[in-house]
RNA sequence: CGGGGUGUAGCGCAGUUGGUAGCGCACCGCGUUUGGGACGCGGGGGCCCGCGGUUCGAGUCCGCGCACCCCGACCA
């Protein structure tokens, strides 16, 4: 598997990118066109990252259900901005059972209608309010052009459905879960995002605004990591989701939706890899430790077992891998556990075992300085501190590279040079003219305007020159 | 859907003026190895993308399909 060397990121970072989810073993390519096989150790990240991000949605109140793939044409026709914007890429089956269907249904591309006519029927009163719901489930999109886990025909998501009685609580549910996102990103898989709202042409089609977190790439690209959206009443009068307030009154709710997807496993392989591969993080690696054991003949190979049978027992709180493979050198498995970004690697031999020592090699820092000496005493808590230093190393390293380059823009030429590599901070004069313009010159997008500027700051639009009141990210992106 | 490219073993490729298919890696067996990608010997594996031509004979030449990849327009 492991045999070659990897194309360098410096060479060519997209080929760069499909090697490392080739040989790590994340992910296959599947027969039909755009669609990919999700393999075991991909799915295990995934996995990890589910249980910290469902973790997170019961803690802020929400429950779990699932609704069916399956969705009538007819639904997608009901909100008109909807509509436009998911009719190009739907996937839509008209023939059922050898029979031709009587209403063509649509394979979901999202969930916002079918649920949306659930909850028509099940919210009749203010009692009811808030439905805080969310489903892990897979969707299909009919992209054109498709990457591994970053854009596929079909991929793994959660979509969060709320409903509320006011304007106010639908909003703060929508930066609540920006939060969460963020939240996860940073914390739990070392991610540095920005938040952010979006612009009008790059919202969610069918929302009032769309919040997102957004990472930058080791090439410097951006990659929209997760999407906050407050749907205000668009899909309530769509759907007719109405309740009876205190008065006796009949409102139509206010509603949101937000969704983290596998795309986020591209984020974490372009946020820390290297290349030598893979480099992931602690809170989230499918294996957060391996063990190589090393030894010469049948002799030392009972001494060395009998030494790593002991750490392993101390570290039965880990996600342990041990590699106790005879067909292949330890060489050969340092690399190969390299390449699939196994944070920790732990190796014992005859020299351990007279020593009572433990040779801890860290993933995030190469060679020689990630190197040093453990004691098989009391083992647990040595390890615990390391893995804690590399995922807050990891998160440093990521947040230095972020920060070193975005730039703010104060002339077009300058931010012509920016986003050539890196992300432009600038004034924008919030029209989508400009912005049309700017990505037709530059390729640059605008990825989200900060939450957090100062109040009344004023400058001039970075393109037409006009007062502006906003800042915004631009930048390539995926 | 435009522009370019490629289809031969699991993967990466070679295959001369047309003569019935090979190399490296991977895989299997045996032996020696094992603290930064080990080696020797032996072995298994093919509808040469599909269909139709030309020819005594096609992986090779000619049509027509199909698939995939890369570059653009569209996107979580």
């Not at 040989?23 to 599947?30: K, L, N, P, S």
């Not at 190009?88 to 969930?111: D, K, N």
Request: glycine letters at 6%; aromatic letters at 10%; a negative charge.
């Amino acid at each position: 598997m492991a045999d070659e060397k990897l194309t360098p990121r410096s060479e060519n970072y997209s080929e760069w990118y499909n090697q490392v989810v080739l040989r790590t073993d994340m992910a296959d390519y599947a027969p039909v066109r755009g669609c990919m096989v999700v393999k075991p150790y991909g799915w295990a990240l995934w996995e990890n990252m589910q249980k910290e991000l469902d973790r997170r949605f019961k803690e802020t109140g929400h429950v779990n259900a699932a609704f069916p793939m399956l969705i009538p044409q007819s639904f997608f026709e009901k909100e008109k901005d909807h509509v436009e914007g998911f009719s190009p890429e739907l996937a839509v089956v008209t023939i059922g059972g050898g029979q031709v269907l009587e209403e063509p249904l649509v394979i979901r591309p999202t969930s916002e209608t079918v649920i949306g006519h659930m909850y028509s029927k099940w919210i009749k009163s203010y009692r009811d309010l808030p439905v805080l719901i969310n489903q892990w489930a897979n969707v299909v999109r009919w992209e054109m052009r498709t990457r591994l886990f970053l854009r596929t025909l079909e991929f793994y998501w959660q979509e969060g459905h709320t409903a509320h009685a006011t304007a106010e609580e639908a909003q703060e549910e929508t930066l609540r879960m920006l939060d969460v996102y963020a939240d996860f990103a940073i914390n739990e898989a070392a991610v540095p995002v920005l938040r952010g709202r979006k612009s009008e042409s790059e919202k969610f089609a069918g929302a009032v605004n769309t919040y997102s977190i957004e990472a930058m790439m080791g090439d410097t690209k951006a990659l929209q990591a997760g999407t906050s959206h407050n749907l205000g009443q668009n899909f309530a009068k769509a759907f007719d989701i109405k309740y009876l307030d205190q008065n006796n009154t009949l409102q139509y709710c206010w509603t949101t939706s937000w969704g983290v997807s596998t795309r986020f496993i591209g984020a974490i392989i372009m946020t820390h890899g290297d290349d030598n591969g893979l480099i992931l993080p602690p809170r989230l690696a499918p294996y957060q430790i391996v063990i190589v054991p090393i030894y010469k003949n049948d002799e030392e190979q009972g001494r060395v077992m009998e030494a790593v049978e002991n750490v392993r027992k101390q570290l039965k709180n880990f996600r342990v891998k041990l590699d106790d493979r005879t067909e292949v050198t330890p060489g050969y498995k340092y690399h190969e556990w390299e390449l699939r970004g196994v944070p920790l690697r732990l190796e014992i031999g005859p020299k351990d075992v007279e020593k009572g020592s433990v040779m801890a090699a860290r993933r995030d820092i190469p060679g020689r300085d990630g190197k040093s000496f453990l004691s098989q005493e009391n083992l647990a808590p040595q390890v615990q501190e390391l893995l804690d230093t590399i995922q807050a190393a990891m998160l440093q390293k990521a947040t230095n590279f972020r920060d070193a380059n975005i730039h703010p823009a104060d002339t077009y030429d300058e931010f012509k040079q920016i986003v050539e590599n890196g992300w432009a901070e600038s004034w924008w004069c919030g029209s989508a003219e400009c912005e049309k313009k700017i990505k037709e010159e530059t390729k640059a997008t605008t990825r989200c305007i900060p939450l957090n500027q100062e109040k009344d700051g004023h400058g001039k639009c970075i393109y037409c020159q006009a007062d502006a009141a906003q800042k915004i990210y631009f930048s390539k992106a995926y």
